[in-house]
């Protein structure tokens, strides 16, 4: 069958076609387009996500890394602290026994006196309490002072000389007697 078209028609009909053709040559170009577009932004978001993983690898290693040197500046704290710990202690040790050495230097001291007038005096004086013997000391200041605590008058004391007019020893209540040392019953 047969049709008869215009030639109005027919120049519609294909001018209308070329402008589809027109028309879908531009729908093929930016399909083109938005296609390579497409592929350009798959390969971007694959190397953003390679970087991404990199960097999540980096940062994996140095947070392992940092809990190592976390880990070793947690065991050197705990290292100074027992060192200090223990000067601590020692400190309070030197402390403890320069207060002995003191303590002890005193002591010896003391001793040292005592033996140098022990050594230096050629005499003893003995204290004696109704002529029984009461105690012996170094001076005959310390032998009165040890009469009067025991209730001795303050005054009245004299030296003591051999006479043989003075009353009986047990007569007398206080009596200090110089006795010379190094000789016995002198």
Do not use: C
């Not at 592929?39 to 190592?68: H, Q, S």
């Not at 050197?76 to 060192?83: L, T, V």
């Not at 022990?118 to 003893?124: G, I, L």
């Not at 000389?161 to 006795?179: H, L, N």
């Amino acid at each position: 069958m047969f049709r008869i078209v215009r030639s109005t028609t027919l120049r519609t009909l294909r001018s209308e076609n070329d402008q589809q053709r027109t028309e879908l040559e531009q729908a093929r170009t930016e399909a083109g387009t938005a296609n390579d577009s497409a592929i350009r932004a798959e390969g971007t978001a694959e190397g953003l996500a390679d970087e991404l993983r990199r960097a999540k690898l980096a940062a994996d290693e140095e947070f392992e890394g940092m809990r190592a040197v976390l880990k070793q500046a947690t065991a050197e704290r705990d290292a100074a602290r027992d060192e200090r710990d223990a000067a601590r202690k020692e400190v309070e040790e030197a402390r403890a026994q320069v207060l002995l050495d003191a303590e002890d230097r005193v002591a010896l001291r003391a001793l040292l006196r005592t033996a140098r007038r022990q050594a230096a005096a050629d005499r003893v004086y003995v204290l004696f309490h109704r002529g029984r013997f009461h105690s012996v000391h170094d001076t005959v200041e310390a032998a009165e002072a040890a009469a009067e605590a025991e209730g001795a008058p303050r005054d009245g004391w004299t030296a003591w000389q051999p006479d043989p007019g003075a009353p009986a020893p047990s007569e007398v209540v206080w009596r200090i007697q110089p006795r010379p040392l190094g000789r016995a019953g002198a």
